[in-house]
């Protein structure tokens, strides 16, 4: 059943410019906003979430720890307060979330050939606590893995196809290397 759930669509500047539903904006590839928060650990590591196999996009792979769209009049910093709590159990201090880029992504998912047209605030927590210890959200993730940031760029092909595709890329993988700086 296609989510009927209100979106914003947005233009190319980040400015509402009407209204659809989630089905409906990943079916057309319409632009809306969206935000990912990586918990990285003080030991240098990112925690992935692993999704639920009966996601409409990317189901049984890992992903961002947190992630979410922004609803209609909310901000970026909001929604990321809201999902990190739903997602995680963890309630953020705002001041320690950190911004670290916001960006334009646009992906398909091969297996259900739904397309994913976001403008992404991309934001980074220093995680202090055990992996175990974060909250499941019931019917929308499997669990949590922390993978050493280093090792994400050699991993073998096998381990590759446990990850959204895009998370692997260089500019990522950057991103990533860039998080270790909050942990110095």
Known sequence: MPDSRILEIVDENDRV?????????????????????????PKGEIVFQHRAKDKDTFPD????????????????EKTAIKEMEEETGVI??????HLILTLHKRSEDPATKTIN?????????????????????E????????????????LSDEDKKKFIYLILRPDMLDLFEKMKALIK
């Not at 929308?140 to 940031?149: Q, S, T, V, Y």
């Open 92 to 97: 953020p201090n705002p001041a320690d979330l």
């Open 139 to 154: 019917g929308k993730a499997l669990g949590f893995e922390a993978r050493p940031i280093g090792s994400l760029g050699h």
């Open 61 to 76: 792979l890992l992903d961002a720890t947190v992630g979410g769209h922004v609803e209609p009049g909310d901000s970026y």
């Open 117 to 137: 047209n976001t403008i992404r605030a991309q934001y980074a927590y220093v995680y202090h606590g055990d992996v175990r210890d974060l909250k499941i959200e």
């Open 17 to 41: 410019i009407g209204q659809a539903t989630r089905g409906e904006i990943h079916e057309k590839g319409l632009l809306h906003r969206e935000i990912h928060i990586w918990f990285v650990t």
